[in-house]
């Protein structure tokens, strides 16, 4: 079964390098045809749950054993400490869960140790249930009934510098350990121990927020996965001008990545804007769901939609317009509109700079924006295990001055974000401003930014029926 595994692994890799490479790849409203190899779609990379599960385990030892080593290192913690109870996990912990895990069993306790002297690093768990072959099963309950006296008696044998515990003010995701099991374990820990307690705040972060190569070679197929549905909820025939309304593109959304085997982290969206007297309402189109309305020929349609496959999330924002009768194609004037959400996209991404932090990006990007005639609205956020995921965050839709703290937050190489913005354009021939808005996903290797599977550069056409 390995050797089978690893051979379709193989294959699937050579096919991602030659159709799903990391190029600008424009997602028109034909078939994309790839000069090496030629994919059908990308339904057909999607594995059944068995080989879902072996990759996945693949990915997280991969990750454990070659890349969590230097992160300790960087951040200067010798043991990273993770408690978490059944059904209230550590967002870390979760992450570091065998694929067969769903979620942590009785109280888990995970203890990981950096020897130092560029040795391997120790994996522990103090739990009453092996946790796969991932961690060292270290808890013998028949031996040792209390678990918090095993715990300190393993801090105490192998006597750390430093003691990671995930406790932060201001990242939700680096703040995992509950109320409860601090106060445990701080009181069960001793005074001498006690004093070598710290935050690893940034270890917490850097380890959500780093992407393996091994993963990069699977989410260009993710994402081009969320592409795909988009592009089929747009084109297949299934949007009637005059009787489809938004609220049935939503479910129709739910319905497809269920049938797919495939889960949302995030209620899709769909909204329109068209040539009426009603305005872009920004407050209510971020902050309240608008009402279902029913899809008209001549609408632009914009809809926000992401899934979660492999422990990896995507996040995508594209628009399609709907031809009136005796069109072909989308009007010049809403060409040129996307034209200038294009733009934005290649001003915001070509200011990334390793070690630069969020709020100078943003700062830079709309002073260049506003002075080549855009109007930008820039709120781009990481991506990885999360959807809305750990690392610096650029700009949100309500905060276009800076974010304190979560955007002083530097940029760090291989790391992926999902570059979300909107640029506003007048539209004489509707007499409003109409917004693009985009949200493509998205590499930074630490010297440029390049889209995992394009982004879109023309409208989906929804066709009069």
């Known amino acids: 079964m390995l050797n089978v595994y690893n051979a379709r692994v193989s294959l699937l890799l050579g096919m991602l390098i030659a159709s799903f490479a990391f190029a600008e790849i424009t997602h028109a409203n034909t078939s994309a045809t790839h000069k090496e190899v030629e994919v059908q779609s990308p339904y057909e990379l999607i594995m059944p749950m068995r080989e879902r599960a072996e990759t996945i385990d693949k990915l997280l030892n991969d990750k454990l054993n070659n890349t969590l080593p230097s992160l300790m290192r960087r951040e200067g913690i010798d043991m990273w400490l993770l408690i978490s109870r059944e059904y209230n996990e550590d967002p870390v912990l979760k992450t570091m869960l065998p694929s067969t895990w769903l979620s942590a069993r009785r109280r888990t306790i995970l203890l990981i140790v950096d020897p130092g002297e560029g040795k391997d690093l120790e994996r522990y768990a103090v739990a009453r249930y092996q946790v796969d072959t991932l961690f060292k099963k270290a808890w013998d309950k028949e031996a040792e009934p209390d678990q918090w006296q095993r715990l300190v008696d393993l801090i105490k044998q192998i006597n750390p510098k430093k003691i990671g515990i995930n406790k932060s003010e201001h990242f939700a995701l680096a703040d995992g350990i509950t109320a409860t099991e601090y ?3 701080m009181e069960k820990l ?12 940034m270890l917490s972060l850097a380890w959500l927020e780093t992407r393996t190569q091994l993963e990069m070679e699977l989410y260009p197929t993710i994402v081009s996965i969320g592409h795909q549905i988009i592009k089929e909820a747009y084109t297949s025939g299934f949007i009637k001008p005059g009787e489809t309304t938004t609220e049935d593109i939503i479910w129709w959304l739910r319905d497809k990545s269920r049938s797919l085997a495939l889960t949302n982290w995030f209620h899709p969206s769909v909204s329109i804007q068209r040539a009426n007297p009603e305005k872009f309402n920004h407050i209510q189109a971020f902050s309240k769901r608008a009402a279902p309305q029913v899809v008209q020929k001549g609408d632009l349609l914009h809809m926000d939609f992401g899934i979660t496959y492999l422990r990896l999330n995507t996040d995508q924002q594209q628009h399609a317009y709907v031809l009136n009768d005796g069109e072909t194609d989308a009007p010049d004037y809403l060409k040129k509109a996307l034209a200038n959400g294009n733009r934005l996209q290649d001003i915001f991404t070509s200011l990334f700079e390793l070690d630069k932090t969020g709020n ?12 080549e005639g855009i109007k930008p609205s820039i709120y781009t956020h990481p991506l990885g295990y999360h959807g809305h995921a750990a690392g610096t965050t650029l700009g949100m839709w309500d ?13 760090h190489a291989h790391t992926a974000y999902s570059i979300e913005l909107n640029a506003a354009t007048f539209v004489e021939e509707w007499g409003k401003e109409i917004r693009i808005m985009l949200e493509e996903n998205a590499y930074f290797d630490g010297e440029r930014v390049e889209y995992m599977d394009g982004r879109q550069t023309q409208f989906h056409l929804v066709e009069a029926q």
């Open 183 to 185: 106060l445990a374990f």
């Open 190 to 201: 001793g005074e001498k121990y006690r004093e070598r307690v710290v935050s690893a705040e």
């Open 360 to 371: 100078a990006v943003l700062k830079e990007a709309r002073a260049q924006a506003i002075s």
């Open 399 to 411: 905060s276009q001055g800076g974010v304190p703290i979560q955007g002083d937050y530097p940029l």
